[in-house]
């Protein structure tokens, strides 16, 4: 029998599903196995739940990712929904509709996965390892920071300033690491500091 289940006829099942849990204890099972053959599993049962924070803005709003696929098993993992985290202090379960719209932008084709690089006189970015692009962005700022750091202006007082190298940092973080970001960058010297969020 296939049964197109209405909210009237879901009612109507959970009361026939009561019925039936009773009508089985008395010895009827079948009218129970009935019952259950049309009632679609809860989607997220199988899922493991990650706690993750929106990236979008300085809100920093607590989400939850449900993925099918377990890691530790060697599966691949696929997140099949995203909500906002009802425990989480700042949203408590709400997203606005850029943090709701998660899921579409986590498997957008255009999402920037991996560090990409524009080599001098190329027209094309080309991926690079997260290993070539940190030490290639350590050692380019060591190089400009030795050349233009400023530990004094004219009159001999200590400013301690590097105002030829900027740094731009993401939201998706918590208080404590938007605290650890800023004190080192600003323990170089940058005075450029800005963060996504204000785009
Ligand atoms: S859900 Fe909306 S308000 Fe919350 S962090 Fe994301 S973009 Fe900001």
């Known amino acids: 029998?296939?049964?197109?289940?209405?909210?009237?006829?879901?009612?109507?099942?959970?009361?026939?599903?009561?019925a039936g849990t009773t009508l089985g204890a008395m010895g009827f099972g079948?009218?129970?196995?009935?019952?259950?053959?049309?009632?679609r599993p809860f989607k997220l049962t199988t899922t493991v739940e990650t706690r993750n924070t929106c990236p979008y803005c300085s809100v920093a709003c607590g989400i939850i990712m449900y993925s099918k696929g377990d890691l530790r098993k060697g599966e691949q993992a696929d997140i099949v929904h995203i909500e906002g985290d009802v425990d989480h202090p700042t949203n408590r379960g709400t997203l606005c509709p850029k943090g709701a719209a998660l899921k579409d932008f986590v498997h957008a084709p255009t999402r920037l996965k991996h560090p990409m690089m524009r080599k001098a006189g190329s027209d094309r970015f080309e991926q690079v390892s997260w290993d070539f692009a940190l030490d290639r962005i350590a050692r380019l700022m060591k190089h400009d920071r030795d050349a233009n750091f400023i530990a004094k202006n004219a009159k001999g007082v200590p400013v301690n300033r590097w105002t030829t190298t900027g740094f731009l940092a993401a939201s998706a973080t918590t208080?404590?690491?938007?605290?650890?970001?800023?004190?080192?960058?600003?323990?170089?010297?940058?005075?450029?500091?800005?963060?996504?969020?204000?785009?």
């Open 1 to 18: 029998m296939n049964m197109e289940l209405s909210r009237r006829g879901f009612l109507k099942a959970a009361g026939a599903g009561v």
């Open 30 to 39: 079948e009218a129970e196995a009935a019952v259950l053959a049309h009632v």
């Open 175 to 199: 208080n404590e690491t938007a605290y650890a970001t800023y004190k080192v960058v600003r323990s170089t010297g940058i005075v450029a500091f800005d963060n996504q969020a204000r785009v």
